[in-house]
């Protein structure tokens, strides 16, 4: 007797504030949005939905986030206890050059010191977990022979100051899936939510391997068997 496959089938949540709240959790757990730090967004056709500035990123509540109508540039949804996030602006960029369905922004101490290690931009090469990287101009994923290069651009004192910086890097960098800010952050960005939660995940990993790899003395973007020269034995 064959078993229905179907029964078991859990929908995926669809509802964007739900979404957010959920991984905003995740992102919590990780280190990523810790003491208010981060923000997260979702493009919903023309609704962008925004984790508010300034709060505690995993205890929000769906009610609590900012829902802004791209068309009507008004809020249809704006919570009377909190401010819209600072990062509006730099996510609004990403949604506009990107045509992204999801950003995020975390403070990842992985991507602060590779802020730190790296100048202009921050590269690695023949590494399999860069495969989970799109080549955002063509269908496709990066290959293992592959390098990603993502731009670091300089801090502000103010978020929402970075915005014409960030979208410069959009404009010189049309390969990049991600933005670093030095001694800041990370702003990834993806086709929906789930892609963008990936590539975060993805580039954070390689952040932190080309981080030990630069201690180790490998050069992350190094050809294969570069390593060998550094090897005791």
Known sequence: MGSDTNAQYVPEETDPAKII??????????????????????KDGDLVYVA???????RMNPVDLF???????TYVSKPELYKPSACT?????????????ACIHTHS????????????????????QVKAIPKVVEPGNLSFFDTLVIPIIENTAHEEDLAPDLEKALLEYPMAPAVLVRRHGLYVWGANVWKAKIINEAIDYLLELAVKMRHAGIDPAG???????TRKI
């Open 89 to 101: 602006p730099l996510f609004m960029a990403c949604y506009e050059q990107r045509r992204a369905g």
């Open 52 to 58: 508010p500035s300034g709060v505690q990123k995993e």
């Open 109 to 128: 101490q992985n991507a602060v010191m590779a802020s730190l290690l790296w100048g202009r931009e921050f590269r690695i090469a023949n590494i399999e």
């Open 21 to 42: 709240v959920e991984l905003c959790k995740l992102f919590y757990a990780q280190g990523w949005v810790t003491g208010t730090a981060g923000g997260m967004s979702i």
């Open 223 to 229: 050809d294969i068997g570069s390593e060998q020269l």
């Open 67 to 73: 829902v802004y109508d791209t068309k009507s540039k």
